[in-house]
């Protein structure tokens, strides 16, 4: 957003340095604001998570009060949601994510959203399918947005809490 910021300005100091009594085109301004915008982006990169297992869970201490979200019928949890701090594994690396203050409360402590250096993740509770949802287990949706504000990965599945 900065480096657009500084695009838009830059240009406009660019067009300030014509001839005197030049015209101003808005529409060529405005393709090269877009051209400018267009080459600050990052390329699209999906985020593709891995399963959190038991010996991570144990390793890094995650078995604390919170909220966990499996994909389908997985026994590993794909994030790990604290008070303070949630967690999900992207390849060989656990990433670590801040719970966003403003997000809605979950059971445990946990919350919907969580921030992380590049990227956030949100949990929305799903309509229940039928399955005996209750205030600790209920169907949802992991959504992973990129730094960009792009969907890199969405998941449906289940989330399990405990006190």
């Known amino acids: 957003?900065?480096?657009?910021?500084?695009?838009?300005?830059?240009?406009?100091?660019?067009?300030?340095?014509?001839?005197?009594?030049?015209?101003?085109?808005?529409?060529?301004?405005?393709?090269?604001?877009?051209?400018?915008?267009?080459?600050?982006?990052?390329?699209f990169k999906p985020i593709l998570p891995v399963v959190i297992t038991q010996v991570d869970i144990e390793r890094y201490g995650l078995d604390k009060p919170g909220c966990s979200f499996h994909k389908n019928r997985d026994k590993d949890p794909l994030f790990i949601a604290g008070k303070d701090e949630a967690f999900m594994r992207v390849g060989a690396e656990l990433k670590r994510f801040s719970a966003k203050d403003v997000s809605a409360d979950l059971p445990g402590g946990a919350r919907s959203t969580y921030v992380g250096l590049a990227s956030w993740i949100d949990l929305v509770r799903l309509p229940d399918d039928g399955s005996g949802s209750d205030a600790l287990n209920w169907p949802a949706r992991l959504i992973v947005h990129d730094a960009q504000e792009r969907v890199a990965y969405r998941a449906d599945g289940r989330v399990s809490c405990r006190t």
């Open 1 to 43: 957003m900065r480096k657009t910021i500084a695009a838009v300005v830059c240009l406009g100091f660019l067009s300030a340095c014509g001839e005197e009594g030049a015209s101003h085109d808005p529409a060529k301004a405005a393709r090269d604001v877009a051209m400018v915008e267009k080459m600050s982006k990052e390329p």
